[in-house]
C-alpha cells in the first residue's frame, strides 16, 4: 500500500487540508503564529481546534461503505467513458469528430462541476444530502441512455444521448469530492490521524481498481454479447454500468446508518474567495486619477476583507497562475478515451496467439503502467538518485519532466498514425502503443502528483479547497481545448493532429518553467524583503522570531516550518 503522502489524486484532494496531529503528551492547544508581530493569534478564519477524547475512538464503520460507493460509482462512470466513443461512431454512426466533441464535453462539465457540489456541501445541506440529491439526477442520466441504445427510440438520438450525457457528468462531476470529504469527516483527530492517512491511501486505490476493472469488462460484454440482431450490445454495456451506479447509491444509503452528523460551514471559502476578487477589480476600475494605488491591486479589497485573507487570496492568485499552461497537458491526457482508442481500432489487437483484446481495452495499459511506475519511481528510481548523486526532483522541475513525457507520448502517437496509413489494414499490432503509454504514464506521475501536491501544499490552510477547485478547472477547460481544436478541423491527417499537441506541450512546458522560474524569485524576494524573518528554533524548545522569544508546546503556522512532534498529513 502506498503512503498517503506519495499520492495524489483528483479524488482525494478536496477533502485534505492541514492536519496538525499530537502526541499522547502534549495539550490540545492549536494556533497560528504571527510572524510579523511574534505573537500567536489564537483562532482565525478557517481554523477548527478538536479537543482529544479521553478514549480512543473505533474504526469507522461507514468507512467501508463509502469505498465500496466509490468502487461501484468509479466503475460506472469510467466506464461510459472507455466505450462512449466507439458506441457513438459504431452504433450510432456518428463522425469520429462529432463523437470526440461529445465525449470531451462530457467530461468537461465532469469536471466542472465538482465546484458546485463542494459549495453545497460544506456551506448549505452537507455532504450525505447533496450526494442523495446529485444521484437522483445521475439515476435519471442512466434510464436515459439504456432507453437510447434501445431500437425503435422514436426520439432524435442527438438530443437523447445529449441529455443523459449532460445528467451523468453533472451527477458524478458533482459527488466527486462530497465522496472524498464524506469518508475524510468520519475519522476523529487527532486519534485517528494514521487511520486517515491509511484511508486516503486506501481510497485511491479503490478508485483506480475502479478505472482499471471499467477499461476491462465494458469493452468485454459489448464484444461477446449479441441482442436486437448486432454484434454488439451496448444495451447490455449500459445495463451493467447503470447497475453498478444503483449498486453504488445502496451501498452510500445502507452507510447513512453510520454517517457521523456533519457541521456544515459559516460562509463558503469558494464564494468569499470569489468576492474578494470580484470587489478588488471593481474597486480598481473605479478608482480616481489621483488616488494612491496599493503595491497590489487585490489590496483594494482590504477592509471590506480582512487583511489576513485577502493576502491569502493573493497567495492563491500567484498559485493558480503555474496553472495557466497546464490545460494543454490535459488536453492530451484526456484524449487516451477519444483518438487514441480510434487509432487502436485501426490496428491488429491480437496481443499473442489466442489472446485478442477490444480496441477501448487498449487504454487499460495506462492505468497498468501507472501501478507498476509509482513503486518503482518511489523505492528505487528516487532513492537511487539520492544515493548516488545526490539528486532529489523537485516538484516544479518534475512537473517540467512531466510535460516533456507527455509531448513524446503524441510524438510518439504521431509516427505510429503515420506507420499504420502506410501498412495494410489492421496489420499493425496494437501493442506498439505501448511507449506512447508508457510516456503519458510517466507525465502523470511526473506532472500531475507532484504538481498538484506542490500547490496543495503552498497554498494557505484555509485555500485548499480553492486551489483544489482550480486544477479541477484545469482538467475541465483541457476536454474543451479538444472540443475546439476538433471542431476547427484544421487538419488533413490524425498523425498531423497529434504532432500538433506535441508542439502545444513543448509551448506551455517553458511558458510553465518561466512562470515557475518567476514565481521561485518572487517568493524568495517577498521572504527577505517584506517580512524580513529570522526565526531561530521552532518545537518544545522556546520559539525566538526576531528577537522576540515564545514560550509555548507546539506551534504550527502555514508559513512556519515545523520540527516539532507535530505530523503534518499533506497529500
Given at each position: 500500500?502506498?503512503?498517503a ?6 479524488e ?11 502526541d499522547?503528551?502534549?495539550?490540545d492547544i ?10 500567536l493569534k ?13 478514549r ?36 450510432l ?10 465525449l ?15 459549495i453545497l ?26 432507453f ?23 451527477g ?25 492517512a ?5 481510497y485511491?486505490?479503490?478508485?483506480y481498481?475502479?478505472?482499471?476493472l ?16 448486432k ?29 457521523r ?17 470580484k ?28 487583511e ?12 493558480v ?5 497546464l490545460p494543454?497537458?490535459?488536453a ?15 490496428m ?41 548523486f ?12 512531466g510535460g ?6 503524441f ?8 506507420y ?16 506512447q ?42 476536454n ?12 488533413r ?11 502545444m ?13 518567476d ?5 524568495y ?47
Amino acid at each position: 500500500m502506498f503512503r498517503a503522502s506519495q499520492l495524489a489524486s483528483e479524488e482525494t484532494l478536496p477533502a485534505l487540508g492541514l492536519l496538525t496531529i499530537k502526541d499522547d503528551n502534549e495539550p490540545d492547544i492549536t494556533s497560528h503564529l504571527n510572524l510579523k508581530t511574534g505573537k500567536l493569534k489564537p483562532g482565525g478564519y478557517g481554523l477548527v481546534t478538536v479537543l482529544r477524547s479521553h478514549r480512543r475512538p473505533k474504526y469507522p464503520i461507514a468507512i467501508v461503505f463509502v469505498l465500496m460507493t466509490k468502487l461501484f460509482e468509479a466503475f460506472a462512470a469510467n466506464g461510459i467513458r472507455t466505450i462512449l466513443a466507439l458506441y457513438l461512431r459504431d452504433d450510432l454512426y456518428f463522425s469520429e469528430s462529432l463523437s470526440t466533441v461529445l465525449l470531451h464535453v462530457f467530461n468537461f462539465f465532469g469536471q466542472f462541476c465538482p465546484i458546485f457540489g463542494a459549495i453545497l456541501a460544506d456551506s448549505y445541506i452537507g455532504n450525505v444530502r447533496t450526494i442523495n440529491g446529485f444521484y437522483i439526477i445521475y439515476a435519471f442520466g442512466w434510464i436515459l441512455l439504456v432507453f437510447t441504445s434501445l431500437p425503435y427510440a422514436g426520439v432524435s438520438l442527438i438530443f437523447l444521448v445529449s441529455v443523459s450525457l449532460l445528467l451523468i457528468a453533472i451527477g458524478n462531476g458533482s459527488t466527486r469530492a462530497c465522496v472524498t470529504s464524506l469518508g475524510a469527516i468520519q475519522f476523529q483527530l487527532p486519534d485517528q490521524a494514521k487511520q486517515l492517512a491509511e484511508y486516503f491511501s486506501l481510497y485511491y486505490l479503490i478508485y483506480y481498481l475502479g478505472i482499471f476493472l471499467s477499461k476491462i469488462i465494458p469493452p468485454m460484454i459489448r464484444a461477446n454479447t449479441y441482442c436486437y440482431n448486432k454484434n454488439e450490445c451496448y444495451p447490455a454495456v449500459f445495463g451493467t454500468l447503470g447497475s453498478s451506479f444503483f449498486m453504488a447509491w445502496i451501498m452510500f444509503s445502507l452507510g447513512r446508518l453510520y454517517y457521523r452528523p456533519e457541521k456544515l460551514a459559516e460562509e463558503s471559502i469558494l464564494i468569499k474567495f470569489y468576492g474578494c476578487i470580484k470587489y478588488a477589480l471593481g474597486k480598481k476600475w473605479r478608482r480616481k486619477a489621483d488616488e494612491k494605488k496599493p503595491a497590489y491591486w487585490l489590496h483594494y479589497a482590504v477592509g471590506r476583507y480582512e487583511e489576513s485573507f485577502v493576502s491569502d487570496v493573493a497567495k492563491v492568485l500567484k498559485l493558480v497562475k503555474l496553472f495557466l499552461p497546464l490545460p494543454i497537458y490535459f488536453a492530451l491526457l484526456a484524449q487516451q478515451d477519444s483518438s487514441w482508442t480510434f487509432q487502436a481500432s485501426l490496428m491488429n489487437t491480437t496481443i499473442v496467439d489466442g489472446i485478442r483484446i477490444q480496441p477501448d481495452q487498449a487504454k487499460a495499459m495506462g492505468p497498468i503502467f501507472l501501478f507498476i511506475l509509482i513503486p518503482l519511481w518511489q523505492y528505487v528510481v528516487r532513492p537511487l538518485l539520492k544515493w548516488l548523486f545526490k539528486y532529489e526532483l523537485k516538484p516544479l522541475h518534475s512537473v517540467t519532466v512531466g510535460g516533456v513525457f507527455s509531448a513524446l507520448s503524441f510524438m510518439s502517437a504521431g509516427i505510429l498514425q503515420r506507420y499504420i496509413f502506410s501498412m495494410p489494414y489492421k496489420s499493425v499490432n496494437v501493442m506498439w502503443q505501448v511507449p506512447q503509454f508508457i510516456c503519458m504514464m510517466l507525465g502523470e506521475l511526473l506532472l500531475s502528483i507532484p504538481g498538484l501536491q506542490f500547490a496543495f501544499t503552498q497554498a494557505p490552510a484555509s485555500m485548499k479547497s480553492v486551489v483544489t477547485a482550480a486544477w479541477f478547472l484545469n482538467n475541465a477547460f483541457g476536454n474543451l481545448i479538444v472540443v475546439i481544436i476538433t471542431e476547427l478541423n484544421m487538419f488533413r491527417t490524425q498523425s498531423d493532429e497529434f504532432f500538433f499537441y506535441a508542439v502545444m506541450m513543448v509551448v506551455a512546458i517553458v511558458l510553465y518553467t518561466y512562470l515557475a522560474y518567476d514565481y521561485e524569485l518572487r517568493q524568495y524576494e517577498e521572504s527577505n524583503q517584506d517580512s524580513g524573518m529570522e526565526i531561530i528554533t521552532v518545537g518544545k524548545m522556546p520559539l525566538e522570531v526576531n528577537g522576540k522569544k515564545l514560550h509555548t508546546e507546539n506551534i504550527q503556522s502555514d508559513e512556519t516550518p515545523s520540527t516539532s512532534k507535530s505530523t503534518l498529513i499533506k497529500l
